[in-house]
């Protein structure tokens, strides 16, 4: 029996509005499934903005090239523990790979997952820098690391011309399959919310749609931050056409994500099915804060404006740089705040149409909001790690990389 | 025999031995969900609710916490009764204060009432279970008998089937920390019992049976009176039926 839990029901009961099934009261998934989504999202985009220079020969983005892996590697480790400390009982979680149900959408998570990681993105980061673990086993002081990239060579210590072109040809075809497997492992996780019939909410086709945007805008703006950060901490100049064109995909994927939205609560209103009155009812309240003034009026519009007008408007470099870190920064908010509204959105009203419960996020707890707040900032120490392990700006006369000056 | 044609061979066995290994389940499996439920062998259990006899006196929820061990707190059941006030206004007001158990609050203007009734619900066994699709390690299951079950040692506890409930039928179990639901009282019909619930009736709103029997008390109310379901434009095609279920009723 997780504590307080029964104390927080008995207070939550007075706060039901209207009539709940009985069984409703508790909702079933907490904050850690809202971040679930979201951190699966910024390894989707991150993917997805590193495939523009390997797949789609997108050049001016090359300094981001390898951060967005490793950005991906780190938001991809962490994203299956929010699900494991939700589960009642995480210690047989890999039941999922033992007998997987085959009807059922969450049981390919465990497949997809292992997939992702193993064949698409430590293949990908591997194949970049064999080069440089290679030399760097030969030639790093402090043994303990140097140990480290003796074991990743795995042996393979040939960096001659012809070995590096075929990592290269490799590489990019890991990226082409990587493609749809970030488009997979993105768009499973709206489908699981989308395919669910009971929730008119969650109940649409375009759910996974809307998800793996918002999921490409937050991974690319999640990048673009990260990128400026890292060049102020190291005191580096920022590769200005590279920032510039992040922004500009940035611009993009927070434009369709908002038409997607748009259009599916524009369709949601017209058809005006049974369950329209209480979502308007949701929306207009419980909703009201975090739906339109955080995720659609901060989180889109606005960046959608600043954006755009850096598009229409030559500004000087540093007002660009302020614009896409603000922008940037509202849009990471905006894209968390909907997977809040959705996830929490659709538990919050009761599945006979016809009253509310109540969710109050507890400050402790093993589904609360410090532990929803160290899940979120682990995977920027995971970063942290990589870098110091893997640093993306070492290029060591690569043939390939010299043709870029900085990360 | 060259290796080629030998490799040939074997190829062409295994698969032949596949696809009878796959084909024989298949063939069961397609015949067992296509025959109407009065033509099976073994017990295909129905439930029935008769709604205008339902008086609200919630024993049945009493009996089904007691005999299933299900939380007393008033935030899980197993089932509940739901009261339904409808006035000449058109206002409809549902209430069912722990399950119904602690009784109902007076109607503060009786005279505006137009109808007022009863509903019991519980787990609808529906034959297109949603929360046996939903289920990642297939914990969820349904009986060939009918009945949609919950294997507790095996349930990981995501949660996934209490949200694609479109019933509410399922809750979490706070200690057990697994989905858990009504299974028709599983224990007791396999001893020839009746569910809990209907044993402690005092009106016979709850009526439990045989479907497969032609004879059986159940199978001649279903035949013969007009019948509803919950929600069913949800396709689940739940197995408990209604009589005297009122549209507003969800």
Known sequence: MPAGLLESLRAALPHVTGFIYPNELELQWSVLIVLYPYLTGLVAGAFILASLERVFNVAAVKPTYRLSLLTALAFLLIAPLPLQAHLGHPERSLEIFMTPNTSSAMAMFGFVYTWYLMAVLLMEIWLDYRREIVEWSRTEAFWPKRLFYKVL???????????????????????????????????YVGFIFGSLKANPWWSTPL???????????????????????????????????????????????????????????????????????????????????????????????????????????????????????????LSLIGILAMRWNVVMGGQLFSKSLRGFTTYKLELAGREGLLAAAVLTVLPLFVLAALLYLLPPWAHGGSARAAKSPSA | ??????????????????????????????????????????????????????????????????????????????????????????????????????????????????????????????????CVQVCPVGASYK????????????????????????????????????ADKCTLCYHRIQKGLRPACVEVCPTGTRMFGDRSDPASAISKFMETERLMVLRPEMGTEPKVAYKGLDKEVR
Not at chain 1, 158 to 182: M, Q, W, Y
């Open chain 2, 143 to 178: 009986t060939e008998d009918g009945v949609v079950m919950v294997d507790r040692k095996y349930c990981i506890g995501c949660r996934y089937c209490v949200q694609a409930c479109p019933y509410g039928s399922r809750y979490f179990h706070p200690v057990l920390q697994v």
């Open chain 1, 207 to 329: 759910m996974p749609v809307i998800f793996l945007f918002s999921a490409m805008a937050s991974g690319i703006a999640g990048v673009l931050l990260i990128y400026m950060f890292l060049c102020r901490l190291r005191r580096v100049p920022i590769d200005m056409p590279c920032l510039d064109t992040v922004a500009k995909y940035l611009l993009t994927a927070i434009i369709v994500a908002f038409s997607l939205e748009m259009l599916e609560t524009i369709q949601t209103a017209y058809e005006a099915k049974d369950h329209f009155d209480i979502i308007t009812l949701l929306v207009e309240g419980k909703l009201f804060i975090s739906m339109f003034i955080v995720q659609i009026a901060m989180g889109s519009l606005v960046p959608m404006l600043v954006l755009g007008l850096n598009q229409l408007f030559l500004f000087p470099e540093r007002v660009r740089r302020a614009c896409y870190a603000v922008s940037a920064g």
């Open chain 2, 1 to 130: 025999m060259s290796r080629r044609q030998f490799l040939k061979s074997a190829a062409l066995t295994a698969l032949a031995l596949a696809g009878r290994a796959v084909a024989a389940p298949l063939a069961a499996a397609e015949k067992f969900f296509h025959e109407p439920p009065w033509k099976r062998k073994k017990p295909y259990w129905a439930y029935a609710i008769d709604t205008t006899k339902c008086i609200g006196c919630a024993r049945c929820v009493g009996a089904c916490k007691t005999e299933n061990d299900v939380p007393r707190e008033p935030f899980y059941f197993r089932t509940w009764v739901e009261r339904y006030v409808i006035r000449r206004s058109g206002e409809t007001n549902v209430d069912s204060p722990n399950g119904g158990q602690d009784g109902y609050p007076p109607v503060r203007d009786p005279g505006e009432v137009s109808k007022s009734f009863f509903v019991p619900k519980l787990c609808n066994q529906c034959e297109h279970s949603p």
């Open chain 1, 153 to 187: 060579t795995f042996g393979v210590t040939n960096i001659s011309p012809r070995s590096l072109e075929i990592d290269d040809k490799l590489g990019k075809a890991i990226t082409v399959i990587g493609l749809p497997s970030a488009v997979l492992l993105h768009g």
